[in-house]
């Protein structure tokens, strides 16, 4: 198929009509600015920065793809619009929502078969969780679920989620853990450090919950994708292995650096050297391209980056394509 582009982020113009249209049915207003700019309003929350027309448009994107080299793209939703804020029975009207207008929107003739989605899940409630994510695999042929690295500031094994580890399991698709109002952010809003160091830190908080709160022993199927790299978890792994060694019984039957293959990751790193070390420390066959389009912050030459690490051709060619094939199943997960 060519390169597969595992990290990227889409809002269908469907998904947005449906709330203009209906505000109250899915408790979020939506305000058109005077350069015509979308903002998404959530009650007690505010109102999201505005959306970059570029998340919107399908057509362009297939001229960023051909640009980039890319085969294909993986769309999520854009983490600022996930809706964990919203009371449990709007969060899953809001869910579904976004889920089958990507599934449509996937279907129209500008995406050219050139892209795959991920579902979105009321992460606020674990059942309807759950459910959400067995009907847009099961009835709109969505083929992975991003979630937050947090759940309304709860740790991932704090929150309760296991309904939604045993549906990812039982339906084989893989978990991307994305970063998302991070610990500490109000301390980040100066020179881009939210996006830089935030998110990469909210990335390890989670990871780390996953293995010292037990997720990983009791899922040990579950596939989870980390972003950016994986933050800081593959760079101070052996600060994660003193805490495991630290933790009181009973304590997580596998440690940080037994962990360290058992995730996966994206190559949004932006330096080579980085990336040539998570390779010798994952193995090749736990990464995935990625680019975090079409945010400024991302990869705009992601199949570029990777050939540029000299990783060789067994290892670009697991990391352009094969991993993501496996991974996300992309030759048959399409919304149909």
Known sequence: MGPIDSHAHYIPPGFLEAVEREPARYGVGLERGSDGRIRLLFPGVGGTRPLLPALLDLGQRVAALDAAGVAHQILAIWMDVAGYTLPPELGARWSRRYNE??????????????????????LQDPARAAAELAHAVQQLGLGAVQIGTNVLGKYLDEAGLDPLWEAAVALKVPVILHPWHVAGEERMHRHGLLRVVGYTADTTLAAGSIILGGIADRFPELKILLVHGGGFYPYQAGRLERAWELQPAPKAERSALDRLRWFHYDTVIHFSTALRYLVELVGAERIVLGSDAPFDIGDPTPVESVKKAGLGAASECAILESNPTRLFGVTTRRAS
């Open 101 to 122: 207008a990507l599934a449509e929107a996937l279907r129209a003739p500008a995406a050219a078969g050139r892209f795959s989605g991920v579902a979105t899940v009321p």
